[in-house]
Nanobody, 125 residues
Framework: QVQLAESGGGSVQAGGSLRLSCVSTDEDFRRSCAGWFRQITGKDREGVAWISIGGGGTFYADSVKGRFTISRDNNKKTVYLEMNNLKPEDDATYYC??????????????????WGQGTQVTVSS
């Protein structure tokens, strides 16, 4: 059973914004770190952002730092990715994932044990 479900993807022009959401049905969500990843066609899956269990700690890939913001609402069991000033290079399928504690900042996919099925973000120039 898929325990994470992403939504919010779509098609935007360069410079536009999207907010992705990831809703968890995992009972362990509140004691899990979370991350966003993306898969660009022809490339390996790469880490985008990480957030601590309480939301107070975040970490970003250099490619998105200053443009993307990760956040979470543990009451809603949801992780968000606010994507601003989107670029054609951001065109990808975006995935959220969780990692049970203890967890520390990591953008390595192998460190995560639960994944959603992805949501497509298309950015046109």
């Amino acid at each position: 059973q898929v325990q994470l479900a992403e939504s919010g993807g779509g098609s935007v022009q360069a410079g536009g914004s999207l907010r992705l959401s990831c809703v968890s049905t995992d009972e362990d969500f509140r004691r899990s770190c979370a991350g966003w990843f993306r898969q660009i066609t022809g490339k390996d899956r790469e880490g985008v952002a990480w957030i601590s269990i309480g939301g107070g700690g975040t970490f970003y890939a250099d490619s998105v730092k200053g443009r993307f913001t990760i956040s979470r609402d543990n009451n809603k069991k949801t992780v968000y990715l606010e994507m601003n000033n989107l670029k054609p290079e951001d065109d990808a399928t975006y995935y959220c994932a969780t990692d049970l504690t203890p967890c520390s900042p990591s953008l390595w996919p192998v460190n995560y044990d639960s994944w959603g099925q992805g949501t497509q973000v298309t950015v046109s120039s």
